[in-house]
Every structure is written in C-alpha cells, then in structure tokens.
C-alpha cells in the first residue's frame, strides 16, 4: 500500500490565523502531527464553512504547496470551492464534493490558505474553519511505483 492508512487531520480555525487580506497564515506545532511517517504525503480539503457578511458568490480555497499542481495565475493551486448555503443573516458557505490531493512536505510547520471569489479577487471573511487531511506515502513503496512508472 503506497499510503498509509491512519490519516492526520488539522482543524484551522481562522481567529488563531494571521489574516492579510484574503491570506491566512496559521502556525503548526509539530506535536499536532504523528512523526514517524515518510517526508511526504496528500493533502486536501475534507471540510470547511466559512461566514461572511456581504459575499454572496463562492469562495475559492487556494493552496500554495502543492507539488504537483499548478494554476494560470501561478499563486498556488485550488483545493476546494465552497458553494454558498445560506444567506439570511449573512452568507453561508459550506464546503461539499470530492477531495482534490496535492503532493506535499509532511509535518507543516505553517499552512497558508488563500481565499479569493472566482475571478481571483481576494476576499476577507468574517469567520471559517477548515479541516485538512494528510495522508502520507509510504516512502519505499512510493519510491518504487515512481520508478516503474517513469518514462524512458
């Protein structure tokens, strides 16, 4: 199996955040994350609502350490856009569909999320929380299937 089957999760919640605009920034304790693991593994999004009082469009969670992604702005990659689910006393948005998986460093020691509107303005939100899972690569098993599967 190239990945291991006990996940990390890391819940963000945007008030423990540093906020710029629509960069949120937060720092990672390494204890939150199980250490004897390979030095990569996929992140993605698995869950997330986020509050603001005046946008009533979608907000588009960009990720900016993936490895094997890229994007025509080139300022990260998409992990997940969240549809608006309400609107009464403010918007709503929660999070709902297929995890995308990018390639990343295991054991963060910061996470950077930005959050823009679908023509990539960026947008400050008024309150969120994220759920990120990280499931690792078994190193050799991942090593190996890389060497079979290369070009020559």
Request: aromatic fraction near 10%.
């Amino acid at each position: 199996m190239i990945i291991d089957p006990i996940a990390d999760y890391i819940t963000l919640y945007s008030a423990d955040a540093t906020q710029t605009g629509g960069q949120l920034v937060w720092n990672i304790s390494p204890e939150y994350m199980f250490k004897n693991r390979g030095n990569y593994c996929l992140v993605s999004l698995v869950s997330a609502s986020v509050l603001d009082t005046d946008l009533a469009q979608n907000v588009v969670v960009v990720y900016k350490d993936g490895q094997n992604a890229g994007s025509s702005s080139n300022n990260g990659s998409t992990l997940g856009i969240i549809s608006i689910s309400s609107g009464a006393a403010g918007y709503q948005h929660d999070y709902s569909g297929e995890p995308i998986k990018y390639l990343t460093r295991a054991r963060p020691t910061t996470i950077e999320l930005n959050l823009t509107q679908l023509d990539k303005t960026a947008i400050t939100i008024a309150g969120a929380v994220f759920v990120l899972k990280f499931e690792y690569l078994n190193t050799e098993q991942a090593q190996a299937y890389t060497l079979a599967t290369m070009y020559t």
